[in-house]
């Protein structure tokens, strides 16, 4: 028989939205049917994409009052269902109040790949399901492996459509104006943080030069 203090640091098992928003930070895990699920482990390369877009996406959220969030936000997509995307973007002057759980539809979600099967399947079919029923606009999926972007746009119809895939040049948002990630841009930094000597061998001097501007400045 397990133990009082034992029981009390175990999380609730089914549990509520509102239980798992209210889980500790270093509780991972997201909220499955009333069950916790565990989480992707990310890479060093899951990471890079995933904060280069973060801070791409802020500083075009911070000039419009759009928020901008990374892993630990977490999304009640339906009454059983809490999600937590690698980066989440609200609608410009959308207000979320002090909570830890969000019921509000953002603009944008962003799932980054992991090479793991029942990864991929997740954000593919799952979650790319709950996304679209909970209202989310845009939907980005990123495979890091195969450099390869494919953003999806919500129908009339409340199914996702590709709207666009792409792996070079720069992707524009819809709603989203004077937005444009330049995907070469990510991919020269990723190499640079992990190590990728091919895909820097590859690289266009001009792009080299803009991935590695201000070093001369780090002391």
């Known amino acids: 028989m397990r133990s009082l203090a034992t029981a009390e640091l ?9 239980e798992w928003a209210d ?7 997201e909220l499955v049917d009333g069950h916790l699920q565990e ?4 890479d060093n390369l899951h990471e890079a994409v995933a904060a280069w877009l973060f801070r791409m996406l802020g500083v075009w959220g911070a000039e419009r009052r759009a928020a901008v969030f990374g892993a630990d936000h977490k999304l009640g997509v339906s009454q059983t269902r809490g999600r937590k995307p ?3 973007m609200y609608a410009p002057g959308t207000r979320l109040g002090r909570g830890a759980l969000s019921r509000t ?3 944008l979600v962003v799932e980054v790949l ?5 990864d991929v399947r997740r954000d593919r079919l799952d979650k790319r399901s709950e996304y679209a029923r909970f209202g989310v606009k845009l939907y980005l999926l990123v495979d890091p492996e195969a450099r ?4 999806y746009e919500l129908g009339a119809d409340g199914r996702y459509v590709l709207d666009a895939f792409a792996s070079e040049g720069k992707m524009t948002l819809p709603g989203c104006e004077g937005l444009e990630l330049d995907l070469n841009a990510l991919w020269a930094e990723v190499a640079w943080i992990v190590g990728d000597d091919e895909a820097e061998e590859r690289e266009e001097p001009e792009e080299r030069e803009a ?5 001369d400045d780090v002391v």
């Open 10 to 18: 175990l999380p609730p098992d089914p549990m509520t939205l509102e």
């Open 23 to 29: 889980l500790d930070e270093d509780e991972p895990g």
């Open 39 to 42: 989480e992707e482990v990310p």
């Open 86 to 88: 690698d980066v989440t």
């Open 105 to 107: 539809a953002p603009l």
């Open 114 to 118: 992991s090479p793991r099967p029942r």
């Open 148 to 151: 390869v972007l494919e953003l």
């Open 211 to 215: 991935a590695t501007e201000g070093d």
